[in-house]
């Protein structure tokens, strides 16, 4: 660049110059209205292709995603009949899952009030300290998360309706 272009443009600006891929057009070639309808026409096609791509793409992931859906649905379903399979298989056991659930989810409540009351009281000292805070999950963490795996098991087998006989 020589000196008199300093002198033309600020200090903090530059110059580039941007072809296609795969294409050397001259700048020259920049006040050449024929040239620049050409690269125009080119980019246009680079960007069709890419938008043909995208949609490929898209296309390929609609189908992965039916595919996942479908997938999903039939594991519901056997997970359903396995369900009913085993209710009507032990439905004298399903009124004491109802009974236990209720008692269940009262001790699931009490947990928390007492994880509530602790965290009320000793915030400080789980926020500036590793020891209270190990201690804190070792006290309600394996508890809370037995519970919660209790509740779910015995939720849907509750949750069953008996079926008039017919």
Not at 38 to 53: G, K, P
């Amino acid at each position: 660049m020589s000196s008199s272009d300093n002198q033309n443009s600020p200090p903090w600006t530059y110059r580039m110059d941007i072809t296609p891929t795969g294409q050397s057009v001259p700048y020259a070639a920049g006040n050449d209205p024929v040239a620049l309808l050409n690269l125009m026409v080119n980019l246009q096609s680079q960007t069709i292709e890419l938008q043909r791509q995208t949609l490929e793409a898209q296309r390929q992931q609609l189908e992965m995603i039916r595919e996942t859906t479908q997938v999903a649905r039939e594991q519901r379903a056997r997970q359903v009949a396995d369900l009913e399979r085993w209710q009507n298989s032990h439905g004298d056991v399903l009124d004491t899952c109802k009974e236990s659930l209720g008692k269940l989810e009262q001790v699931h409540a009490s947990l928390l009030g007492d994880l509530t009351e602790y965290l009320a009281e000793y915030h400080e000292n789980l926020v500036d300290g590793d020891f209270a805070l190990s201690d804190f999950v070792d006290r309600f963490g394996p508890r809370l998360a037995h519970l919660n795996t209790m509740l779910a098991v015995l939720r849907p087998l509750a949750a069953h309706q008996k079926k008039p006989n017919t």
